[in-house]
């Protein structure tokens, strides 16, 4: 089964969009480089906002016949073949796949109500072709709607990206409970918290460097830190990946490593 990693925190501007994307084109490198017998990588985009989907296809506006509402509206069995209709080349690489939100899913939790086995609509199509990719990165909104409970339920590996100055125990502690939460309540045990995600971190502001200091020396959170991003001019430029902009810059070096970390336990899992 392919790794399906998710971006997620119920609090907006943490980095979740720009992580899940150069976290996605930064694999499809990796596996390139490497010259893995699949190559591939899916971007999942399930925030009605549509960031994601428009920074790596340079649209925003699918509808509902090219985008994850189409799938989640569709006849389960008709879900995987929807899926894979809707899912478009990113111009970003060719080997980048999306699965593009839309607007309309802002009001698609309204229209699951009641539906069965609506949390599991993204998870079953998605099992069902995810053989086709090496790995699979899914971007959420900032909140724990049923839009994110789906995200969860399909995904292998949570990733929770923070600010330096929401790293206080309880806030993340309470993100991390909740992700448990669905996965014991749900019975999905291949679901784990795999790391945290430092971002926007600026070592001139004391502030940042405490709440950092803290945070690693925390018995438990301090062994989930899979990567500390640096505030940096190139994560500004959302038209582009940071590797694309400037691929020496401090933020694209940091998500390398990120990135170079999860390839490995990619392989690592793989070869178990």
């Given amino acids: 089964m392919s790794r399906i990693f998710v971006m ?10 720009t992580s899940a994307t150069n976290v ?3 694999l499809t490198q990796v596996l390139r480089q490497i010259n893995a017998p699949k190559q591939r990588v899916l971007l999942i985009d399930t925030d009605s906002q549509s960031h994601a989907t428009l920074v790596t296809t340079g649209q925003a506006d699918y509808g509902r016949e090219e985008s994850l509402y189409t799938v989640l509206m569709a006849e389960r069995q008709a879900a995987a073949s929807v899926m894979m209709d809707c899912i478009t080349v990113s111009h970003w690489d060719d080997n980048l796949h999306v699965l593009p939100a839309s607007p309309l ?3 698609a939790e309204r229209e699951l109500i ?3 086995g609506a949390p599991y609509r993204l998870a079953h199509p998605l099992h069902q072709i995810s053989q086709h990719y090496a790995a699979v990165v899914i971007d959420t909104r900032p909140s724990f709607s049923l839009m994110t409970e789906t995200a969860l339920l399909a995904a292998t590996d949570a990733l929770i990206p923070i600010e330096p100055r929401y790293l206080e125990s309880v806030g993340l502690q309470s993100v991390i409970n909740k992700i448990n939460d669905i996965r014991e309540g749900w019975r999905h045990q291949a679901l784990q918290v795999n790391g945290i995600i430092v971002t926007k971190m600026d070592k001139r502001v004391r502030g940042h460097v405490e709440l950092l200091e803290s945070l690693q020396e925390h018995q438990v959170l301090g062994q989930l830190i899979r990567g500390v991003i640096p505030v940096n001019e190139a994560v500004a430029y959302a038209h582009l990946s940071v590797f694309e902009y400037d691929a020496r810059c401090a933020a694209s070096q940091a998500y390398a490593e990120l990135v170079g970390e999860l390839g490995k336990q990619m392989f690592a899992r793989a070869g178990a």
């Fill in 8 to 17: 997620t925190n119920h609090k907006g501007g943490t980095g979740k969009s």
């Fill in 24 to 26: 996605a084109f930064g």
């Fill in 105 to 107: 899913l802002e009001g």
């Fill in 114 to 116: 009641g539906v069965p």
